[in-house]
């Protein structure tokens, strides 16, 4: 499986938790095609992969008005008709519906949803592990 690694970051947390992710993956065996900010995409990167994978990190009240930073970014990326998606979001307290948001961002640009999973900022290392695991145990096999 070939992935390529989206993210978007105020602070480095999810910029770190995106490189943390390529690692892991890389230690099961996957190809990590790119791993790049929102705002420099790599297009041939992106275009080699057949999973994206996008990170963005959670604003708003911290217990009201979550929601995932640059949505309409994602919302908008290129039209990915035919890959697999999957979203993370870091968070301090409470990442509310954030992942829910990002699920529905990535099917609007015609991915197949594989699921998210929200990271805490002071627990990176643990939860990126967890991520990365989930992905490779719920990813369907592809010719
Ligand atoms: C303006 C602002 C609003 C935030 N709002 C929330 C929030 O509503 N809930 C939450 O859990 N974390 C909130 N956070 C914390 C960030 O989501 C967290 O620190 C995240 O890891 C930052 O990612 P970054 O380092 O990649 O920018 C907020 C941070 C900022 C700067």
Redesign the pocket.
């Known amino acids: 499986m070939k992935a390529a690694i989206l993210y978007t970051?105020?602070?480095?947390?999810?910029?770190k938790a995106g490189e943390l992710i390529a690692g892991n993956l890389q230690q099961e065996g996957w190809g990590i095609t790119t791993v790049c900010p929102l705002n420099g995409l790599e297009m041939g990167g992106i275009q080699d992969a057949d999973m994206v994978i996008v990170g963005t990190?959670?604003?708003?009240?911290?217990v009201v008005?979550?929601a995932p930073w640059n949505l309409g970014a994602i919302a908008n990326l290129p039209p990915m008709r035919g890959k697999l998606s999957a979203s993370f979001c870091?968070?301090?307290?409470?990442?509310?519906k954030s992942l829910d948001k990002l699920d529905r961002a990535l099917s609007q640009v015609g991915t197949e949803v594989i699921g998210g999973l929200a990271l805490h900022?002071a627990k990176l290392e643990e939860h990126t592990e967890e991520f990365a695991a989930r992905l490779v145990a719920n990813t369907p096999a592809r010719a």
């Open positions: 970051s105020l602070t480095g947390n999810t910029r990190w959670v604003h708003g009240l911290f008005g979550q870091t968070f301090a307290l409470n990442p509310g900022r």
